[in-house]
């Protein structure tokens, strides 16, 4: 077994457009998959308001349970972006002027676009690092265990790519995915069975229509590649004896 | 304006297999339009892991604060399906297999294939209203003000769509989008300007980049019908005295 520890992460997803069902988010996934990658496992995702009293709470349940939160979201210039200040006010953070980001601003845009408007970019909690914005410029900064990012996913995916080494994560999950044409009512027994049998290794079970056919996907996970391995072997051995075969993705 | 108060809901995301990134959500968006459709805003979406400390948890933390709560995911024949208990635990109802749903199972299924995990779907809370799945038959229910629902998209829509006539709602928020081909920081100062003089209408910008040119989607958000047409027109005239075209979307 590992020896490294779970390193765990929470995801804020800060936006009316979602709620308004204007837009599929798209970070949830991204950074399921890019935190894992570097040893860190997403345990929860919230999406909420652009409401400064659900932010601090969310920011407050989550930084305290977890060892990284994430936000995206309302760092923009515009008069809904109230992220950085509700992070500061959970943090008990002074909020000002950063001028470090101040200094990146006026020099990616022309003096004559440095707008009031655009320097409430670099308003951010006292003491926050900087995390570079390749994209579009403006920073996103982490504040202790708390990362937070623009929502606008490329611009996102570009500054956590350029970031994630900086994480300390423990071993990543993997997984194996067998997907079998059984209905899974009929596996579900056997399968218990071997959740309760092998130790650090979750099982997980998806069932689906496919051009009229029932099939399942079932899933191990587990950080440990010894135990994965004989999870996979199991759940092959347990998926032939009850005549299933394992059908291509 | 509206006498019909604002109707609220959560949605609590139960599932694994979102928060490792192998699936990519697809029931905030949908509930977030359906919700609405039927005047039922939807304020806060979680998503979870599969763990029964929290699914009572989070049940009991958005109940108690909105009017509706849907969960979707868990309600399955596997191991892994632990919602049903978690509702009842958290409601501090007797958990125990409901004789309707039993009734449908049986009728649905050939005798040999009733297995007793296929019937764990007819295990739910004391009291449940059952909800017809005219998929795969295997009901969702409500307890109080709390709908369970299955993770699969189809069979979730499928569901809801036949049931959402029963939420008691308000009136829906509508919107008008106008995507303009000006960066958000040009017009953060005038937006925040018409943010404060139009009560009841919610504005909204997202900044995109669509093939090396730099947009704006503005949208402003009313269920006040007179207050969303005044609101549109004064983003056309906001538009307008900043040099600014509407796009094509």
């Known amino acids: 077994m590992s020896e490294k520890p779970t390193v765990t992460a929470a995801l804020i997803v800060i ?87 101040e200094a990146i601003l006026r020099d990616h845009y022309r003096p004559q676009d440095v707008t009031e408007a655009r320097l409430r970019m670099a308003d951010m909690a006292e003491g926050a690092e900087l ?32 970031y994630k080494h900086n994480l300390v994560g423990g071993e990543p999950m993997q997984s194996v995915t067998i997907t079998v044409a059984l209905p899974e009512g009929v596996m579900a027994a056997p399968l218990g069975q071997l959740q309760q049998d092998h130790d650090g290794v979750e099982f997980g079970s998806y069932p689906f229509v496919r051009h009229g056919q029932v099939g399942t996907c079932l899933v191990a996970r587990s950080a440990d590649e010894g135990a994965l391995d004989a999870a996979a072997d199991a759940l092959r051995a347990m998926i032939g004896e009850l005549g299933g075969q394992p059908m291509e993705d």
Chains 1, 2 share one sequence.
């Open 15 to 101: 936006g009316n457009e979602v709620l308004s069902g204007r837009t599929q988010d798209a970070n949830v996934q991204f950074l399921a998959v890019g935190l894992n990658n570097v040893g860190v496992r997403l345990m929860e995702a919230r999406v909420i308001a652009d409401v400064e009293d659900e932010i601090v709470q969310a920011i407050n349940a989550l930084r305290a349970k977890y060892d990284y939160v994430f936000t995206t979201g309302g760092i923009g210039p515009t008069h809904d972006d109230i992220t950085s200040g509700a992070v500061a006010k959970a943090m008990g953070r002074e909020f000002g002027r950063n001028a470090e980001a």
């Open 131 to 162: 995390i570079d914005n390749p994209v579009s410029r403006a920073p996103g900064y982490r504040v202790e265990n708390v990362i937070v990012m623009p929502g606008v996913p490329r611009i996102m995916q570009a500054m956590f790519d350029g």
